[in-house]
């Protein structure tokens, strides 16, 4: 794990809230993991489509911003085949897909215990000249 993303979740509170943990990283990629708690059902008592962007979302930010640049989300989308139910254990694996001097873009599956792909997000990333 690089120490870029262990600062960047010490200061984290959504992704500690989600109850996030990182299982891998490396530059341009990160496999998180979470558990999903009763308080993040919606009205029709499956989880809110907004946990799982927020877990793959989180494995965005640190695989990106694992190459010691600070990157920002500049454009995220997800599909949902699947729903999501209270107790299921999501997976979510970030793998780079280009990396320019300002762009990076990834492809991050999100699954659940039994290996069904819940989440299929993509996002890009436009890296800042700052430093880590």
Known sequence: MTAIV???METDAFSQWLGIKILA???GSCKLQM????EMCNGFGIIHGGITFSLADSALAFASNAHGRLSVALE???SFPNAVNVGDVLTAEATEVS???K???YNIPVT???GDIVG???GSVYRTSKEW
């Open 6 to 8: 262990n600062k960047m």
């Open 120 to 122: 299929v997000f993509k």
């Open 25 to 27: 990283s490396d530059k």
């Open 35 to 38: 558990q999903v708690r009763p």
């Open 103 to 105: 762009i990076g873009i």
């Open 76 to 78: 995220c989308s997800i």
């Open 99 to 101: 990396l320019t001097n």
């Open 112 to 114: 659940n215990q039994k």
